[in-house]
């Protein structure tokens, strides 16, 4: 902080951590996205289970497949990993924990279903490598599942940014009032200062003797007055 007034203290600059690893509300749920090629009867939903785990804040990509239509495999895509890391299995579909969030598969799937799911991370950085590795290693829904994931993520940024764009420039209005404030008392200071160098000492000394004077005869006056009741008179 810098000192900009008797006391005001202003920041002088804003933690990255603000801007670029705190886009995201930490319950923002997952994205999944299913196979084209999936039948039409099976389907999948995401949530955080019970909540978002505060202990692991990044972000995740999983791709979760059948080979026969029962039983499906869950596997991580790791920026800068060439090898999927397994995760669990789903044995018979249901719904399963893992990571933090909980996986249903609903229906009747068949041998070659294939889903991929998004967690988001708060930084940004971490969900634009997720969107590099999609596009490297394109997913189930091709390139459209990563950039539809990085669309809403950017545009949390975005909104993260502004925010701290908004504040800083609060910060600068109020220096340029603080600075206008201060260039008025300079001109104040200035003109008392200029009176009392350029003071006319002789004519001082005689309006302040003049004041006296009308001071005393306005006391004199009004001691006189309030003496003065109707006891007197009937007196």
Do not use: C, W
């Not at 951590?17 to 999944?32: K, Q, V």
């Amino acid at each position: 902080t810098m000192q900009v007034s008797s006391t005001r203290f202003m920041p002088v600059s804003f933690p990255g951590s603000e801007i670029f690893d705190n886009t995201r509300n930490f319950d923002d749920a997952p994205t999944a996205f299913k196979g084209n090629g999936n039948s039409t009867s099976s389907d999948i939903s995401v949530a955080f289970y019970p909540q978002p785990p505060a202990q692991d804040d990044t972000g995740k990509r999983y791709e979760i497949s059948t080979a026969d239509g029962i039983n499906y495999d869950v596997v991580e895509y790791q920026p800068g990993n060439p090898s999927p890391r397994p995760v669990t299995s789903i044995l018979g579909g249901g719904t399963v924990t893992f990571d933090g969030i909980e996986v249903t598969i609903s229906g009747v799937g068949e041998p070659g279903d294939v889903f991929e799911v998004f967690v988001p991370s708060k930084n940004v950085f971490e969900n634009m490598a997720l969107f590099v590795d999609s596009l490297e290693r394109p997913g189930v829904a091709g390139v459209i599942g990563g950039v539809e994931f990085i669309i809403g993520n950017i545009d949390a940024a975005l909104e993260t940014a502004l925010r701290a764009r908004a504040q800083i420039g609060s910060q600068l209005v109020e220096l340029e009032q603080l600075k206008d404030f201060g260039s008025e008392l300079d001109l104040e200071y200035a003109s008392t200062l200029s009176r009392l160098q350029d003071v006319d000492y002789a004519d001082a000394i005689s309006r302040l003797t003049q004041q006296q004077t009308f001071l005393e005869a306005a006391q004199q006056s009004f001691m006189k007055v309030s003496g003065l009741s109707l006891f007197n008179f009937l007196s």
